[in-house]
């Protein structure tokens, strides 16, 4: 195993710090805890809470800041944070206005968000939750009950926090999010594995031909293992999945995220990209938005995924809207 790392357990500590240090217009990080809160937090509008396990960098706290979240909650690698440093978390950014929590589907983040939630509202902090779900790929998994919540979350924590910005209730915050889990769907793949710094070997193994169709972010391979093909194909069957499982017809708008998973060259994403493009083009459904990027990784994986967002007039302006964090900034 190779990694600039000093030592495995101490990794995801030192990553906050890091952070820290290079963004303090933007983020703060709460003594002691594993959580990076807005600078200006708590402020007088609904807060907006999400996280999940490390190695998925600039998720979580890359997109902490104006328009997005208010903080963003770190576990150890690709484990789920424990409810009391969510709790934390939650009465950090805690404005009076309510709390969103934003979660992954994945068995872990839902049962610890769920569990501080509960603490939250015994201290009298009105919180709500919504679950992402936007994997295709998978029914269930070994980490879920229903399908994972992978990168289109990115575009949940947008949509979510420019209304949280432009003053919206709390109900109205949660309400554009599910509106959001319920448009935007998402497929992806690997042509590489990840190594978990503590584990010291990659997740698992894949010969130089081979691709992994339907991967999560977690570090498991996918739901079939196939010959490498060209970029266009590949993009034509993730694209597929995605069209047989959401409702898209001529004349449709949607916003698109091209995610890398760590390791993979802006050069094969924008190749990935054109083809996605011509598709979308050649059905006479227009793109409003195309993200492309490593927004949603997961440690040093090669691939990516693809996700579309179906969008309505709300959606759009709310994805159009302004945003200032670390990793994603829209004038």
Known sequence: ???IINNPADVVDEMLDGMAYAYPQYVRRLNGLNVLVRANAPTPKVAIVSGGGSGHEPAHGGFVGRGMLDAAVAGTVFTSPTPDQIFEAIKAVNGGKGVLLVIKNYTGDVLNFNMAAEMAEAEGIKTEKVVVNDDVAVENSTFTSGRRGIAGTLLVHKIAG??????????????????????????????????????????????????????????????????????????????GRIFDDMSLKQGDEVAMLVNGLGSTPLMELFVANRRAAEVLASKGINVAKTTVGNFMTSLEMGGFSISLLKLDAELKQLLLAPAETPAFTQA
Request: net charge negative.
């Open 162 to 239: 420019a209304k949280a910005e432009a003053g919206g209730t709390l109900e109205e915050v949660k309400a554009v999010a599910e509106k959001v889990i319920a448009n935007v769907r998402s497929m992806g793949m690997a042509i590489s594995p990840c190594t978990v710094p503590e584990a010291g070997k990659p997740s698992f193994t894949l010969k130089d031909d081979e691709i992994e169709i339907g991967i999560g972010i977690h570090g498991e391979p996918g739901t079939m293992r196939e010959k490498i093909r060209p970029a266009n194909e590949i993009v034509d069957q993730l694209l």
């Open 1 to 3: 195993m190779k990694k």
